[in-house]
């Protein structure tokens, strides 16, 4: 488990938060604005950000090295990093101004600004998707092309999360800026707004 704070410390724990360990702040630091993301098949691999470059780690976030940085594309913090859990070679890395995927040293670039979650579905079809404070982007070619399929209702996004049963079914979930959350079954084509219970409560946040 990892935790960051806001004077660029980066710590580490093996033991449920009994004790920690602080990353060198040579190697790592600056990393608040983003989750660290973990390779779904190597235990070993993961990644996160050091503001505006991409950091990779061999040996559980131990020690770390440098993918790329984004400076030069003046795309400013890394905010969501997202290895595709079907095919590891492929990195979404969502910055302040677009979608990179990163396999190896290429670069490919979207114009969707500031990620704050991935998704990727692997029933029947499968899509990657991406989401902002705006709206729901889905891509059904590895990230080359990307399309809207956000729910009309919401003004805004708080949130976007999604699960799959890796068979037939995908469900995605939306939390708008209006407190209600908006789900579809039909990979993004369609949406309708989840029925409450009770009195109607404002929904301020929903986990990515």
């Known amino acids: 488990m990892f935790a960051s704070c806001d004077m660029s410390g980066f710590y580490r724990t093996t033991d449920g938060g009994t004790s920690w360990s602080v990353i060198d702040y040579h190697q790592i630091s600056n990393v608040s604005a983003c989750y660290p ?66 396999p190896a040293d290429a670069l490919t670039s979207t114009t969707v600004a500031k990620v704050v979650a991935f998704f990727i579905s692997n029933a029947d079809t499968k899509y990657e998707y991406g989401g902002n404070f705006e709206y729901i982007w889905r891509s059904s070619n590895n990230g080359v092309n990307w ?21 037939s ?30 009195s109607h409560q404002r929904i301020s946040d929903t986990l990515i």
Do not use: H
């Open 147 to 167: 399309q809207k399929v956000t729910p009309s209702a919401p003004s805004g996004i708080v949130s976007f999360c999604g699960g799959s049963n890796g068979i």
């Open 37 to 102: 993301a973990f390779d779904r098949v190597n235990k070993n691999l993961m990644y996160d950000a050091s503001g505006t470059t991409l950091m990779q780690s061999n040996d559980e976030g131990t020690t770390w090295s440098t993918i790329r940085s984004y400076t030069t594309a003046g795309d400013g913090n890394v905010l969501r990093i997202y290895p595709d859990p079907f095919n590891g070679a492929n990195i979404y890395v969502g910055t302040d101004k677009a979608i990179y995927l990163t």
């Open 169 to 198: 079914k995908t469900t995605l979930w939306v939390t708008g800026t209006n407190g209600r959350v908006y789900l579809s079954n039909s990979d993004g084509t369609s949406w309708s707004a989840a029925p409450t219970i009770g």
